[in-house]
């Protein structure tokens, strides 16, 4: 017997935040090989790489809002992306 629907939509959905995340990774490090190749600026890296760790910063905020809410007995699925401007506010 398999897991409730809900659960599986619940796995499958932190399952696609953690693909964009991986997916963000590998295209930080292509954008890291571009720039030792030198196929593209320092300017044009660091201007790419600031936008990938915004979205990285704020997929890692999702799942950590979608993970409390369950820890706290309330619906994941409530949790939203943040903007980038209070993600990036917070400290570690």
Not at 7 to 25: H, N, S
Not at 75 to 82: E, F, G, I, L, Y
Request: charge should be negative; charged fraction near 40%.
């Amino acid at each position: 017997m398999g897991q409730p629907p809900e659960e599986q939509r619940e796995r499958r959905a932190e399952g696609e935040i953690l693909a964009r995340v991986k997916q963000l990774v590998a295209d930080e490090h292509r954008l890291r090989e571009q720039l030792a190749q030198g196929r593209v600026t320092a300017e044009e890296e660091h201007e790419v790489l600031g936008g990938l760790e915004r979205e990285l910063d704020q997929c890692w905020d999702l799942l950590r809002q979608r993970r409390a809410r369950r820890d706290a007995g309330e619906n994941p699925a409530d949790a939203s992306v943040r903007p980038s401007s209070e993600v990036e506010g917070y400290l570690s």
